[in-house]
């Protein structure tokens, strides 16, 4: 092999020497999320004892990927300021659990839900990524959300703001933008996208994503697009509506078939308020 060429390669390894592997990243986010959610542990933690020890064991690892892209005093202080914010994000993760208990009629359990459902695997996933992301942490955040979107198929940048009693159901196909702001009590069915109108990178410092108000329900494959739009609260946008302007709070939309004289079917956009 050209000689060049291995110096090329030498070079870009000698690089990424601030760059975290991905398999710890993973296994950091596997290992809190076997912490908060014993389905999901490697090993079972049988006593108050060997909770700590699991804990300390998690400030290592989470040390270890921190140190390879942050001064060491920052280092400490993220651990720290993450570690103390673990309680909050499982409160908000419970929360999202009863959102998709009781908004699947087909859900027999929380437990069910933990152990079975994909959303809740991205959306924790999620407020662990965005608690880093609020650290001042790059790529780290990413890279767990974008591990669970592997999983999923539901793709949440780590930015997105997003409220409590947030419910994905099936999911796949679902991609929320970073500069989404979601509510509470949001519902979202599979194939939802939440994009950007424009994906120039002048941009890249707006608010290029939706803003989706409390309580909207969004139903499969619905697009809604541009950082000025916003869906008000209460409202419900049917299957594969594509929307780019605000509707106002309670509105229903979707679209309605209709026959024409040669037979041949046509869509109009129906707004009820």
């Known amino acids: 092999m050209d000689e060049s060429f291995i110096n090329q390669l030498w070079h870009s390894h000698q690089e990424c020497t601030k760059c975290p592997p991905a398999h710890e990243v993973r296994n950091f986010y596997r290992g809190l999320l076997g912490l908060l959610f014993p389905p999901f542990a490697e090993k079972s933690l049988t006593d108050v004892q060997s909770i700590h020890v699991r804990v300390d064991e998690l400030r290592v690892m989470l040390r270890r990927i921190l140190y390879r892209n942050l001064l060491e005093s920052e280092e400490q202080k993220i651990e720290n300021a993450f570690f103390s914010r673990l309680p ?3 409160e908000s993760i419970q929360k999202d659990i009863t959102a998709m208990y009781e908004g699947d009629p087909a859900a027999r359990s929380r437990d069910e839900v933990i152990r079975a459902y994909p959303g809740f695997y991205a959306i924790s996933a999620y407020r662990i990524a965005h608690a880093l992301a609020d650290l001042g942490v790059e790529t780290i955040p990413r890279m767990i959300t974008e591990h669970a979107h592997g999983i999923t198929g539901i793709d949440i940048h780590p930015l997105a703001e997003i409220g409590e009693y947030f419910c994905i159901d099936h999911g796949t196909g679902v991609v929320i933008g970073e500069t989404t702001h979601i509510g509470n009590h949001v519902k979202i069915y599979q194939g939802v996208t939440l994009g950007a109108l424009s994906v120039s990178k002048e941009d890249a410092s707006t608010k290029r994503h ?28 049917g299957g594969n509506v594509w929307l780019t302007q605000s509707v106002p709070p309670n509105s229903k939309i979707y679209y309605k078939a209709t026959m024409s004289h040669t037979n041949e079917g046509t869509s109009d956009m129906v707004i009820i308020k």
Not at 211 to 237: K, M, N, P, R, W
């Open 88 to 90: 909050n994000i499982y």
């Open 210 to 237: 939706p803003t989706i108000e409390d309580g909207v329900v969004l139903y499969a494959g619905a697009t809604i697009l541009g950082g000025s739009t916003v869906i008000g609260s209460g409202s419900v946008i």
